[in-house]
C-alpha cells in the first residue's frame, strides 16, 4: 500500500528556512524519480522539485537557487530544504512520484512565510 507522510512545514518569516521531510513506501520510493509539489490558497497543485533515483535533481523556475532536494535512500525519504523563503511560498506542501503515477496524496505539510 502506498503511503507518503510529509513533515517539516510551519510558520517562517520571510527569509527564514524550513526542511521538509517525506517518508515514503519502499516500494515506490526505491524504483522511482520523487518530486515535491505545493498547492496555494485557491490555486492549482504546482510542481517544486524533483529528484531522480541516481540524484539528478529538477527545479521550478521560482525557487530555483532556494530549494534544495534531497533523498535518503536508506531511509526512503526525500527532502526540501527550503532557504529565504518569501511569502508567495505560502502553501501546502506534498511529496509525490515524478511523474505521477496515481491519484494518491498524502495529507502534506502547511508552510506559512509572514512578510
Known amino acids: 500500500q502506498v503511503q507518503l507522510v510529509e513533515s517539516g512545514g510551519g510558520l517562517v518569516q520571510a527569509g527564514g528556512s524550513l526542511r521538509l521531510s517525506c517518508a515514503a513506501s519502499g516500494s515506490i520510493f526505491s524504483l522511482n524519480a520523487m518530486g515535491w509539489y505545493r498547492q496555494a490558497p485557491g490555486k492549482q497543485r504546482e510542481f517544486v522539485a524533483s529528484?531522480?533515483?541516481?540524484?539528478?535533481?529538477f527545479y521550478a523556475d521560482s525557487p530555483k537557487g532556494r530549494f534544495t532536494i534531497s533523498r535518503d535512500n536508506a531511509k526512503n525519504t526525500v527532502y526540501l530544504q527550503m532557504n529565504n523563503l518569501k511569502p508567495e511560498d505560502t502553501a501546502v506542501y506534498y511529496c509525490?512520484?515524478?511523474?505521477?503515477?496515481?491519484?494518491?496524496w498524502g495529507q502534506g505539510t502547511q508552510v506559512t512565510v509572514s512578510s
Open positions: 509525490n512520484t515524478q511523474p505521477l503515477l496515481s491519484s494518491y
Open positions: 529528484i531522480t533515483t541516481s540524484g539528478t535533481t
